[in-house]
């Protein structure tokens, strides 16, 4: 069974839920105890500031990571290259840094509009929880990636200013103890409208299919 969210700006209780394969739960996020954290290599994003690249301010306390791409580099004028550069910043995240998964959401707001924006931030001051990937990652101090495997537009769109793009991703969640790599894959439904010649975010459904090793 798929788990199939969608994340729009008049969802915003849906946008901040975690994005855990069917079956896992959403949890509080325990306190990590440096008694029992094992030792940790430097491997890994750094945190770079709580503003992106382009200078746009990204909600709540989050950092930018420094293995995401660099908005300042992404063709707004491409509607895959947003969606693209979207879902690696959404699904990216580090447990050293961030207070929980939803770190992703705020940073990838950066490529939405106005709307969107104002609808994440909404929410950035929530109380930091964690899907049960998250947690069960946060003792190993792990760090997830995310490639684009595939990313196409869903058809031709009747209006000229919208667009939707299917894009096929596979998360990879790295432990600096080096425990063992995690794998997920995905597909999510991106739509984006055109604005002043630029493409933006204005909705997501989300459908994780699970984790493979």
Aim: proline share 5%.
């Amino acid at each position: 069974m798929n788990l199939k969210r969608t994340i729009a700006c008049g969802a915003c209780s849906a946008l901040l839920m975690s994005l855990a394969a069917c079956g896992q739960q959403q949890q509080t996020a325990p306190p990590i105890s440096s008694a029992s954290t094992p030792a940790i290599s430097s491997q890994g994003p750094v945190a770079t500031g709580n503003k992106a690249p382009d200078g746009s301010a990204i909600p709540g306390d989050v950092q930018w990571l420094s293995d995401l791409p660099d908005p300042r580099t992404i063709d707004r004028t491409q509607a895959s290259a947003v969606a693209r550069a979207y879902e690696i910043t959404l699904h990216s995240w580090d447990t050293a840094t961030d207070r929980d998964s939803n770190a992703g959401y705020m940073r990838s707001s950066i490529y939405g509009d106005a709307t969107y924006q104002n609808a994440i931030a909404s929410q950035a001051h929530r109380p930091a929880t964690g899907d049960a990937i998250f947690v069960n990652a946060r003792p190993h101090r792990s760090y997830a990636t995310a490639a684009i495997r595939h990313a196409g537009s869903d058809g031709v769109s009747a209006d000229a200013n919208s667009s939707s793009i299917t894009v096929a991703w596979r998360q990879t969640i790295i432990p600096r103890d080096k425990s063992g790599n995690d794998t997920r894959d995905g597909v999510d439904y991106v739509q984006l409208k055109l604005t002043d010649g630029k493409w933006a975010v204005t909705s997501m459904v989300l459908s994780t299919k699970g984790t493979a090793q």
